[in-house]
């Protein structure tokens, strides 16, 4: 069990490109959330998915953002046409639901995404 | 909508003391989960700390405790034993039943730890 893997952990861009990043979750975890987090703030949930399924999005999830998560593994969080705004650390957290009500997120580093 | 207010930016303490991080939230939900993370220098965010709203005992986890009031909804986290390693932000979280995990976070606490 090696975590929750990001990719990449650092992005620097410049306004009106496009970027994507990588979330490994911990192997079998069923369920895998996207979370945004900028200077002096704490994370904001962004959206999740549950195995293949993106089960909610956030208002904060503009028409620029997609998020997939293919056979439900892996997940990928794009942004199109970035925004200086956009720059941002995103989170990936992963989770095991098995019918239990106690919940427990597995957090990886981030990803920094810089827009110049 | 559900906030969490966290009024202290910046803590210190000294090594071997005992430090409280204080948290207050709002929230129209009865049951709820409140939770403290923490988050160092390599930002990954780890659980210090869960309580379910509905257990009147306060949780503890080795050397970290919390003393949670519902009819005042605050929630604050004691950090016995202070050791280095504790230094990091320190953020509260709220959710509430049956929303999965889409945590409402504060704005976080800076930890120093000083010898």
């Not at chain 1, 990588?22 to 195995?51: A, K, M």
């Not at chain 1, 293949?52 to 892996?74: H, I, N, T, V, W």
């Not at chain 2, 009865?30 to 306060?58: G, H």
């Not at chain 2, 009031?69 to 202070?82: E, G, M, N, R």
Request: aromatic share 12%; with cysteine.
């Amino acid at each position: 069990d090696t975590g929750v893997s990001q990719n990449p952990r650092h992005k620097i861009t410049k306004r009106g490109q496009n970027v994507t990043f990588r979330c490994d979750p911990i192997s079998e975890h069923n369920r895998l959330y996207w979370y945004r987090q900028t200077l002096g703030q704490g994370p904001e949930f962004l959206t999740y998915f549950q195995n293949e399924a993106q089960l909610e999005k956030s208002r904060l999830l503009s028409d620029r953002f997609s998020a997939e998560r293919p056979k439900g593994s892996f997940s990928t969080l794009e942004i199109q046409r970035t925004e200086q705004g956009d720059s941002a650390m995103y989170l990936c957290a992963s989770s095991l639901i098995s019918g239990a009500t106690n919940e427990k997120l597995f957090f990886g580093s981030g990803t920094q995404l810089s827009v110049l | 909508a559900q906030t969490v207010t966290q009024s202290q930016p910046e803590m210190s303490v000294q090594e071997a003391e005992t430090v409280t991080l204080s948290c207050t939230y709002d929230t129209s939900e009865s049951d709820y989960y409140l939770f403290w993370y923490k988050q160092p220098p390599s930002r990954q965010m780890i659980l210090v700390i869960r309580q379910e709203a509905y257990k009147q005992q306060n949780a503890t986890e080795n050397r970290f405790s919390v003393n949670f009031q519902k009819a005042a909804k605050s929630f604050s986290l004691k950090i016995s034993d202070s050791q280095l390693g504790d230094a990091a932000m320190y953020f509260c979280a709220y959710r509430a039943t049956g929303t999965a995990s889409k945590l409402t976070f504060g704005t976080g606490t800076r930890l120093q730890v000083t010898l």
